[in-house]
C-alpha cells in the first residue's frame, strides 16, 4: 500500500495568517492527490482534487500544489471557520489511502 | 442539494452481522459510483469498498474481503453494505460517500458524504 505522511500532525495559527499543510507519499501518485476537511463533529468535506483542482464552492483561499511524492496544502487569510482536520488522501493506486491527518487551532 | 443518510448501525457482538444502508438524493444515484469510508474513533480515515455505477464492479480493502459486501438499488437511490463476521477492529463510524466521476470511471475522489453510521463491535 501506498503510505501517505502528512506533517505537521498539528498547527496552531493566527486569523489571517497563511498556513501550510504537507503530504508525502511513498512512491510516485503523480498528482492524484486529494484534500478533505473535518470539521469537528462533522463529516469530511473534499477541497482539492488532482493536487491542484478547487471543488465546487470551495473558497479560494485554499490552493493545492505538487507533483509525484510531494504535495500540499496551502489556506491564506486563515479564517476562524477553517479550524478543522485535513487530511490528504491519494487515489493513484489501490487500496486509496489516507494521510493520518492535520490538526489545525486558532492561536 | 446532494444528500446521504447513513442508517443501521449500532451495537453488534464480535462475529455476528450488520447491514448498512445509504438512501441518497439530490442527483442521478444510478450515474455515480460509490463507496463507504471509515473512521475508527479518534482515528483517521479508511476506504473499505467501493461499488461502480451499475453494480457491475466492487472493489475491496483486504482486511474486509470476504467479510464485507458493498451492493446496491438503483431503483431505490440506495447503497448497502453487509457485514459479517464482524470483529473488533471493524469498530467505526461508516461513511457513505459518491464519487466525483460520473459513469464508465472510479475515480476514488469522495466528493459527497452521508452523516456517517457509528458501528461498534463489542461483546
Known amino acids: 500500500d501506498i503510505q501517505m505522511t502528512q506533517s505537521p500532525a498539528s498547527l496552531s495559527a493566527s486569523l489571517g495568517e497563511t498556513v501550510t499543510i504537507e503530504c508525502l507519499a511513498s512512491?510516485?501518485?503523480?498528482?492524484?492527490l486529494a484534500w478533505y476537511q473535518q470539521k469537528p463533529g462533522k463529516s469530511p468535506q473534499l477541497l482539492i482534487y488532482?493536487?491542484?483542482s478547487l471543488n465546487d464552492g470551495v473558497p479560494s483561499r485554499f490552493s493545492g500544489s505538487g507533483s509525484g511524492t510531494q504535495y500540499s496544502l496551502k489556506i491564506n487569510s486563515l479564517q476562524s471557520e477553517d479550524v478543522s482536520i485535513y487530511f490528504c488522501q491519494q487515489n493513484y493506486d489501490s487500496p486509496n489511502t489516507f494521510g493520518a491527518g492535520t490538526k489545525l487551532e486558532l492561536k | 442539494e446532494v444528500q446521504l443518510v447513513e442508517s443501521g448501525g449500532g451495537l453488534v457482538q464480535p462475529g455476528r452481522s450488520m447491514k448498512l444502508s445509504c438512501a441518497a438524493s439530490g442527483f442521478t444515484f444510478s450515474n455515480y459510483g460509490m463507496a463507504w469510508v471509515r473512521q475508527a474513533p479518534t482515528k483517521g480515515l479508511e476506504w473499505v469498498a467501493t461499488?461502480?455505477?451499475?453494480?457491475?464492479?466492487?472493489y475491496y480493502r483486504d482486511s474486509v474481503k470476504g467479510r464485507f459486501t458493498i451492493s446496491r438499488d438503483n431503483a431505490k437511490s440506495t447503497l448497502y453494505l453487509q457485514m459479517n463476521s464482524l470483529r473488533s477492529e471493524d469498530t467505526a463510524t461508516y461513511y457513505c460517500t459518491r464519487d466525483k466521476i460520473t459513469i464508465a470511471a472510479i475515480s476514488h475522489v469522495m466528493d459527497a458524504w452521508g452523516q456517517g453510521a457509528s458501528v461498534t463491535v463489542s461483546s
Open positions: 461499488i461502480s455505477y451499475d453494480g457491475s464492479s466492487t
Open positions: 512512491e510516485d501518485i503523480y498528482s492524484n
Open positions: 488532482y493536487a491542484n
